[in-house]
């Protein structure tokens, strides 16, 4: 499929040309073909409006046609074959493997979503019936669902250009819930999303639903912020840097009308190793920490940034073993010369932090203090960042005093890093961990039900991360019904929410209540013949069966 560079606003490419820009090949460091454009003022007004005047339909449209179109999604992404696959490579250096499994979690979260919009159930319905006899007051006949809160502005991650970007979670979630969406096109992967825009317009087509509930959009961060202003806007969803987050959620709060912004933004993904499962399995740990720390060249959301353990002789056994673990650890290259950049700063800042040492892997140490090797940001002559270098892992090692004191060792760097830090006694751990901010996820590592005497730590952490995990790794993001992807901030901006699995469709939906209404009028889900057998909260009790 040839790429035309250009925004699509309710299925129609449009000829208006801002400011153009090209995707970057991350190997190589030169511009990619076609060239694409800035979508103007006009543009983003239009999109945004056509999802407003099509929101009404898209809701009256009957479950079986949106569940049908959430397949349909899939399938033609599914049917863009290898060329997807190979523009996705060359706008990301992401391996084919991890691409392959990359769209198959894709097509896979938009059946899902299809399930949870034929089951109908994600509503809510509750219903208390009149009680006119009731003392000393009569109570009304009540009725309360769930409905889609409007248009919502989706804005791509980086990091993952199918599972969390034109088609990823946040557009099924929100098509499930009957919202429109315009999606802003990633500028590290516009040629990605453009291919996924017309599988989406294509499934419309195919299903018999209006083009006007979705729209691309192409633009920077000022296009960003108008899409967040636009008047018609109902909701925003985000995934990306806490920068970029709270700039967001600003705008949105600035508004005359504000709306919500779900941003899934930064966090250390902590990992607390207690002594006994140091002593028993530390080796093991080791291993699997370091394959987390370097997965996908450290560029996942969850990847652990900082470690805790225990100081003593199993302490320094597996440091000995995380060093020889990385030893003859490979670079490679980051999704943009940008990110590598900011990595690289990152990094910098708490390698120059006192009391922090780097584990001599690769000699990572000079290397960063080059500013340029260790990493793909050098320049060639058109400006571009030029990849002949790569991004190297490296860990550092500090102590419990020194990170309760720096603020900047509780600061992410996104990339192939991760912190070490040395406790004194186990009373340290709780005392750390109240130190961090909210976090996506925390890791405790124990032994021989050692948890029991650490219930100190365990309540910190529940306050403070969204996921828990006990003995794994916190890479990898299951889609389910009862994931949580999301945390306190600046983990997420709104803690009540997940970004991935059913439950994300939440974020999209408002409640309702419907009093003395005559049946007919109601709502399909709230009628007492219950047509489709939904379970409902009548008077109290779950059921599925209707009201004689």
């Not at 969390?164 to 946040?170: E, L, Q, T, Y």
């Not at 729209?215 to 925003?236: C, D, K, M, N």
């Not at 102590?399 to 340290?428: H, I, N, W, Y």
Request: with cysteine; charged share 20%; proline share 7%.
């Amino acid at each position: 499929m040839k790429l035309h560079g250009l925004s699509i606003v309710a299925g129609q490419p449009v000829q208006s040309r801002g400011a153009g820009y090209r995707a970057i090949d991350p190997t190589s460091g030169l511009p990619l073909e076609p060239e694409f454009y800035e979508a103007s003022e006009g543009d983003v007004d239009r999109a945004i409006l056509s999802a407003a005047e099509n929101f009404a339909e898209l809701r009256r449209t009957p479950d079986e046609t949106r569940a049908r179109f959430l397949e349909e999604i899939a399938r033609q992404i599914e049917q863009l074959g290898d060329d997807l696959l190979r523009r996705i490579n060359a706008e990301t250096a992401l391996p084919l493997a991890r691409l392959q499994s990359e769209r198959a979690r894709t097509c896979a979260q938009l059946r899902l979503f299809a399930g949870v919009v034929r089951d109908g159930s994600w509503v809510d319905a509750r219903i208390d019936t009149a009680l006119p006899d009731r003392q000393p007051l009569p109570r009304p006949d009540l009725r309360r669902m769930l409905v889609g809160l409007g248009p919502v502005v989706v804005l791509g991650a980086s990091n993952f250009p199918l599972a969390f970007s034109v088609a990823g979670g946040d557009t099924a979630s929100a098509f499930a819930a009957g919202c429109p969406v315009v999606a802003k096109a990633h500028p590290a992967h516009p040629g990605t999303s453009e291919l996924v825009a017309e599988a989406i317009a294509a499934a419309a087509r195919a299903v018999g639903l209006t083009p006007g509930i979705f729209s691309l959009i192409h633009g920077g961060p000022e296009v960003a912020q108008a899409l967040v202003r636009h008047p018609a806007t109902a909701a925003v969803a985000f995934t990306g840097s806490y920068q970029a987050g709270r700039a967001l959620c600003d705008v949105a709060a600035a508004r005359p009308h504000p709306i919500p912004v779900f941003a899934e933004m930064s966090g250390l993904n902590p990992v607390f190793i207690l002594p006994e499962a140091l002593r028993q399995r530390g080796a093991a740990i080791a291993q699997g920490l370091f394959a987390s720390v370097t997965l996908g060249v450290g560029q996942f959301c969850t990847k652990p940034g900082i470690v805790f353990l225990q100081r003593g002789p199993d302490a320094d056994a597996f440091i000995a073993q995380l060093t020889a673990a990385a030893k003859d650890a490979a670079g490679g290259v980051m999704l943009t010369p940008k990110i590598a950049e900011h990595f690289l700063e990152a990094r910098q800042k708490i390698l120059e932090e006192p009391d922090v040492s780097v584990l001599k892997i690769n000699n990572v140490k000079d290397e960063s203090r080059s500013g340029r090797s260790g990493g793909n940001v050098s320049q060639n002559a058109e400006g571009f960042g030029a990849a002949e270098k790569q991004v190297r892992p490296s860990i550092a090692l500090t102590t419990a005093a020194q990170f309760v004191k720096s603020d900047v060792l509780r600061r992410e760097a996104f990339g192939p890093f991760s912190l070490l830090v040395l406790v004194d006694s186990a009373a340290d751990f709780a005392t750390c961990a109240n130190h961090l901010e909210g976090q996506l996820t925390a890791t405790v590592h124990e032994a021989n039900s050692e948890l029991a005497a650490h219930a100190a730590l365990l309540h910190v952490l529940e306050r403070k991360v969204g996921r828990m995990l006990i003995n794994g790794f916190p890479t990898g993001v299951e889609v389910s019904p009862a994931m949580q992807h999301g945390g306190p901030f600046p983990a997420a901006s709104d803690p009540r929410f997940t970004s991935v699995g059913t439950a994300a469709l939440l974020r999209f939906a408002r409640p309702i209540c419907y009093q003395g209404f005559p049946d007919a009028l109601l709502p399909e889900a709230l009628k007492n013949s219950n047509p489709r057998k939904l379970l409902r909260m009548v008077n109290g009790q779950p059921t599925r069966e209707s009201i004689a």
